[in-house]
């Protein structure tokens, strides 16, 4: 099974739009840690945020938004304003404190078109 | 500070040659993985280390893959012999705690004709 299940394969928004990315996992370890990643065009692989299993709280960075919600199992990851530069594909992740096992889901590719 | 430092960035060769891929991890991180990606089965954890030592090799695709982490700051991975089936992405990444954020080093893309 999954852990991690990005539903949304590809996503295309105009600029200026808000676009949600949708990410689910499965665990049944008390401590986890929820990762959003961005690969760009260019190929590398940028940390974007953690989350830690234990803090609900959502956060804001700039344009960038996640709402972690555990009774849904759900940590999604908003853009405000889309730009041409945030065209990427979006990896969400889970790691489990227990076994140090990193899950990535298959990847959310998202275009803003100018 | 420096990142995770991966070369070569791109390796081309013929299939039956050997290829050896290196990476510096972050300094004072523990933990040091491998991950191949390809469009076809995304991003796969081959191994990783802590303390310079193999924890999990099971990603490992056959005898022709071998990791080794010599000391802190350097490890590499082998293929012996390649084929075209390897062509990939090949990335490393750093942790300072295993089950924390990784980073990612620029990746070595790997050619096999």
């Known amino acids: 099974a999954q852990k991690v299940t990005q539903a949304q394969t590809e996503i295309s928004v105009v600029e200026k739009e808000d676009v949600t990315l949708d990410c689910v996992y499965e665990?049944?370890?008390?401590?986890?840690?929820l990762f959003w990643y961005k690969q760009p065009p260019s190929g590398e692989l940028v940390f974007l945020i953690r989350?830690?299993?234990?803090?609900?709280q959502n956060e804001i960075s700039g344009r960038y938004s996640w709402n972690f919600q555990k009774s849904t199992s759900s940590f999604n990851f908003t853009i405000t304003a889309s730009q041409v530069v945030d065209s990427a594909v979006y990896f969400c992740?889970?790691?489990?404190?227990?076994?140090?096992?990193?899950?990535f889901g298959t990847g959310t590719s998202l275009t803003v078109i100018p | 500070d420096a990142g995770v430092i991966q070369s070569p960035r791109h390796e081309v060769t013929e299939m039956g040659q050997e290829v050896t891929l290196r990476c510096k991890p972050i300094?004072?991180?523990?933990?040091l993985f491998w991950y191949r990606q390809t469009m076809m089965r995304g991003l796969e954890l081959l191994i990783y280390?802590?303390?310079?030592?193999?924890?999990?090799d099971s990603g490992m695709p056959e005898d022709r893959f071998s990791a080794k982490m010599p000391n802190a700051s350097f490890s590499t991975l082998k293929i012996q012999p390649s084929e075209p089936r390897d062509s990939a992405v090949y990335f490393c990444?750093?942790?300072?705690?295993?089950?924390?954020?990784?980073?990612f080093g620029p990746g070595t893309r790997l050619t096999v004709t």
């Open positions: 989350r830690n299993s234990f803090d609900e």
């Open positions: 665990t049944r370890d008390t401590t986890y840690y």
């Open positions: 300094s004072g991180h523990d933990y």
């Open positions: 990444a750093s942790s300072g705690r295993g089950a924390y954020e990784q980073y």
């Open positions: 280390f802590n303390n310079n030592v193999p924890i999990d």
């Open positions: 992740a889970l790691s489990e404190e227990g076994s140090n096992q990193f899950y």
